[in-house]
């Protein structure tokens, strides 16, 4: 509201994609620091990779914060989650089941316990009427507590020899064998630096797949609209016609959902579970990466994608800094630099 | 210090002109795309109450944020006290002496009567460092005797009545010693008898030599107590009139105006009666039916039927119940008694179960309940009925549906909306109610609850609500209006029942309110004086 337009209108460009811009510019500086080694796909696979779990739990996270929500006890959901399904897992085999059987229901029972966290945390906003933040910081220190007290503070190792590594460290590769020149096959595709096919890892998909379907579910979808409605405004939705609480309950329900499922991939990853270790700060992260992509804290306005961005832009501040050799000690002060200017950038013209 | 052009207009002026405490001189306000003001030249002169008139979009909140620091001018300039001036920001303003009494009240809830009204300029003692609670309570209670309030300083902002929350709020503009008050729209949230004490202090505001602005959609209340009116159109100031020395508004030419002519300068053409025509109820089988019903401590006994086709009115003072009751039957509020809609006893647990019986409520709080304000047009126009556009079981919502919906009803009630998918925050009052009420027509309703459909809404557009509303009522639709407006519900409703301390107190049938004295006996029943008795004593 002043009379100098043009600043006026960079911020309202910086407002909707200052984070595209962050991101073109870290992209630009990665390049510039590592030339064509950063391009490298491994590397590129790498980043992926590893923000892959911390990435589905900030789509998540998208969903609640645009209902004008919180949730605070990711991180514990997941080792929790992880610790009882592996736990299972493992007292099936010894049960002598067959290995697969007990994988698939050891899996389901992570998933599940996500979920059914999940819901606890929803019920208690809902129908205890408890502030998000404080319910689900009970759920930061309750559910972890459970996961270790399950484990005794220490680690859960799988009994698992072949099937539940899969979905962790399996994937497509993306090359193929062309020929076979003798003992040494040939590969034409992509390739690792030890000359073996690269593989897209299931994680890596499935974090592309449950971004696609909830930025529909956000931008395209009835529950969609109502999560941004009651995020705006929870009374006028309410005289709209909606029933608040169950929207509500819905977005932490599917929270938790996705945080089983990261329990999931995680433990699959490492075949155990640490429970001290796994999981933790994941909360913050997932955090960060929403507020970077754009999303409002206050609720009733949210982006997938710029969540997306979001956990890239955190992935690659990370890999650039690994590799300048600078201190992981001071990769948080980074970080933390990088999400409160993405706050500044986007915080709009409020009056 | 004084400038010489100051000291003439002090001294030198004749003694019956005003001094003038604040000027605009030809400010023109360019919005990308839209002139907003378009060189209006103004002045508020002391010991005058200066009404600014015109329709939604006119420019009176472009040339508020002009006059209180909120907004530069494109171009023009501002004097105050004759020396030209430049508010930068509202703080400019402020300590020029210009304070803006808002719409929407300013108060900290958690903080109390007297923390509020000393807010920013506490009393400190040793060494400033601690607020002086006993010179803060002299002071806040020295100001709202001054207002003629006796209000208990103790008590937190957060539970005052609206009326009793805007004497803190002025309370609050004296603190800061301001000569030039800006109210805007102040009575729109207040029923009959607050309104008219808020005026007697606009009066007694005036006679302490402050120069009042005084904006509000109620023409009644400005020929009453307006000196001047200044009426803009299309961000040009049309028309002054002014009070002649026997106590009459009058036009440049001396002639007399009342409320018609000046709606008429607003509009810039004849307005024919902004009510229509009232028709009768086409059935005696009632559509909605309350027995002894509710709004649990809020309102009880209540007993009333609607029938298709008909406009039931109910009257009543701000905090009579009107509000709590029409939210118990929507399932909004705990309730006692019963309700039937079509002859079917019902008990909605919340709107979306009334909603799909048939039952439709419009919220008399717009910003807050009524819409999502963030929100586009078009996700606030087809939220209640989201589900006619819901595809794959609500996995897709058709959004080329959507927007034809909305482009319907933009036809319909003639709303001025260009981009339906901006936030609804950019339209007038007036075209935002329009939505608000078609939001729930789109919904299909048998019966129809609306809470002040014309409230912070200007005279054009109150006529097309009106219209709505009856030719609803025509095709069948049971409609209940809850209003503050006294013309209003005389004018649109076929009956009327008034509400006073939770219980209905009585109705007006459709000959009382043909009747001369209607209005008066509505304000009767309303505020608890016995219809016969009093009749003499109060002549």
Redesign the interface.
């Known amino acids: 509201m002043n009379a100098t337009h043009g600043s006026h209108s960079v911020q309202r460009f910086l407002e909707k994609w200052g984070v595209v811009v962050a991101f073109v510019l870290l992209f630009a500086a990665s390049f510039w620091k590592q030339g064509f080694d950063f391009l490298n796909a491994e590397n590129f696979r790498a980043m992926l990779n590893s923000n892959s779990a911390v990435g589905i739990l900030a789509v998540g996270m998208t969903l609640v914060i645009v209902s004008g929500g919180i949730d605070l006890s990711v991180g514990s959901i997941v080792v929790l989650a992880a610790a009882l399904g592996t736990t299972t897992m493992n007292a099936l085999i010894g049960a002598e089941y067959s290995e697969l059987n007990a994988v698939l229901i050891g899996g389901g029972v992570t998933v599940l316990g996500g979920l059914a966290a999940g819901c606890i945390n929803g019920s208690l906003i809902v129908f205890g009427r408890i502030a998000p933040f404080i319910a689900t910081l009970g759920g930061l220190a309750a559910f972890r507590s459970i996961a270790l007290a399950i484990a005794e503070a220490g680690e859960i190792r799988s009994q698992s020899s072949s099937y539940f590594a899969v979905l962790g460290r399996g994937g497509i590769p993306l090359a193929f064998e062309s020929a076979n020149a003798g003992e040494t096959p040939v590969y034409s595709g992509l390739l690792n630096s030890a000359g073996k096919p690269l593989t897209l890892t299931y994680s890596i998909l499935i974090f592309i797949a449950i971004a696609i379907m909830a930025q529909w579910l956000l931008s395209a979808s009835r529950f969609g609209r109502h999560l941004v409605a009651v995020g705006a405004n929870e009374t006028a939705a309410r005289y709209a016609g909606i029933a608040v609480g169950w929207v509500r309950l819905r977005a932490y329900a599917i929270m938790g959902l996705l945080a089983g499922l990261t329990g999931l991939m995680q433990s699959s990853r490492m075949n155990s579970v640490s429970t001290s270790g796994l999981g933790v700060s994941n909360e913050l992260d997932a955090i960060a990466a929403v507020v970077i992509g754009g999303t409002s804290l206050r609720g009733g306005f949210g982006r997938v994608w710029g969540t997306v961005i979001g956990v890239l832009i955190l992935g690659m501040i990370t890999n650039i800094l690994t590799i300048s050799g600078v201190s992981p000690y001071w990769q948080g002060a980074v970080k933390g630099a990088v999400i409160v200017l993405a706050v500044l950038v986007q915080r709009g013209s409020r009056e | 210090m004084e400038h010489p052009l100051s000291a003439i207009s002090d001294h030198g002026s004749a003694p019956g002109i005003p001094r003038v405490l604040l000027g605009a001189e030809r400010v023109t306000v360019d919005y ?1 795309g839209v002139r907003a003001l378009d060189g209006v030249s103004i002045d508020f002169r002391a010991g005058e109450i200066h009404a600014i008139v015109g329709e939604n979009g006119a420019g009176k909140s472009t040339l508020m944020k002009v006059l209180c620091g ?3 001018p ?1 171009a023009g300039s501002l004097r105050r006290d004759g020396r030209p001036t430049v508010f930068n920001k509202p703080a400019d303003a402020m300590r020029a002496g210009i304070a803006m009494v808002h719409q929407e009240l300013h108060l900290v809830p958690t903080l109390d009567v007297a923390e509020n009204v000393c807010l920013g300029r506490e009393p400190t003692r040793l060494f400033a460092v601690a607020v002086d609670r006993v010179r803060q309570r002299a002071r806040a209670r020295e100001l709202l005797t001054m207002l003629g309030s006796d209000l208990d300083l103790s008590r937190a902002a957060g539970t005052l009545s609206i009326a009793d929350a805007q004497f803190v709020e002025i309370a609050k503009c004296l603190a800061s010693n301001a000569r030039v008050l800006i109210f805007d729209e102040p009575t729109a949230v207040l029923g009959e008898r607050e309104a008219a004490r808020l005026l007697a202090l606009l009066r007694r505001l005036r006679d302490e030599g402050r120069a009042i602005l005084f904006i509000s959609h109620h023409l009644d209340e400005i020929v009453e107590v307006a000196d001047r009116v200044s009426v803009l159109r299309d961000g040009k100031l049309v028309q002054t009139f002014a009070r002649s020395l026997d106590g009459l508004l009058c036009d440049a030419a001396g002639v007399g105006v009342n409320e018609s002519r000046i709606a008429t300068a607003m509009v810039g053409r004849e307005l024919g009666s902004i009510y229509p025509a009232k028709g009768s109820a086409l059935s005696t089988e009632p559509m909605l039916e309350l027995v002894g019903f509710g709004a649990r401590g809020r309102s009880r006994a209540i007993s009333l039927a609607v029938m298709p086709g008909e406009i039931v009115g109910i009257a009543g003072l701000v905090g009579s119940g009107r509000t709590e009751t029409a939210e118990a039957i929507i399932g ?1 509020r705990p309730r006692e008694g019963s309700v039937r809609v079509a002859g079917r006893e019902v008990a909605f647990a ?3 179960a ?2 799909l019986a048939g039952v439709a ?1 419009v ?1 008399e709080d717009r910003k ?8 586009s047009s078009i ?1 606030n126009m087809t ?2 009925s ?2 006619t556009h ?1 595809r794959l079981a ?4 058709d ?1 080329a549906g959507e927007r034809a919906v909305t482009a319907r009803w933009i036809g319909e009630f003639a709303i001025r909306c260009a981009r339906p998918a901006l936030p609804i925050s950019s339209l007038s009052g007036g075209n935002q109610q329009k939505f608000a009420l078609a ?1 729930w027509l789109e919904t299909a309703p048998k019966v129809l609850i609306i809470d002040e459909p014309t409230r912070g809404v200007d005279v054009g557009a109150k006529g097309e609500i009106y219209r709505i509303i009856a030719q609803l009522a025509s095709k069948g639709l049971a409609c209940v209006v809850v209003s503050s407006d006294l013309p209003e519900l005389i004018g649109l409703a076929h009956r009327v029942a008034v509400m006073r301390e939770g219980r209905m107190v009585g109705e007006l049938s459709r000959e009382k309110l043909a009747a001369k004295d209607c209005e008066e006996r509505i304000v009767r029943l309303a505020s608890g004086l016995s219809e016969v008795t009093q009749e003499g004593a109060a002549a």
Not at chain 2, 394 to 397: D, E, M, T, V
């Open positions: 990308p909120a907004l530069r494109t909004l919340n709107p979306r009334a909603m409520y919220s807050g309940r009524g819409l999502h304000t963030s929100l996700i939220l209640p989201l589900d819901a609500g996995l897709r919502i959004s939001r």
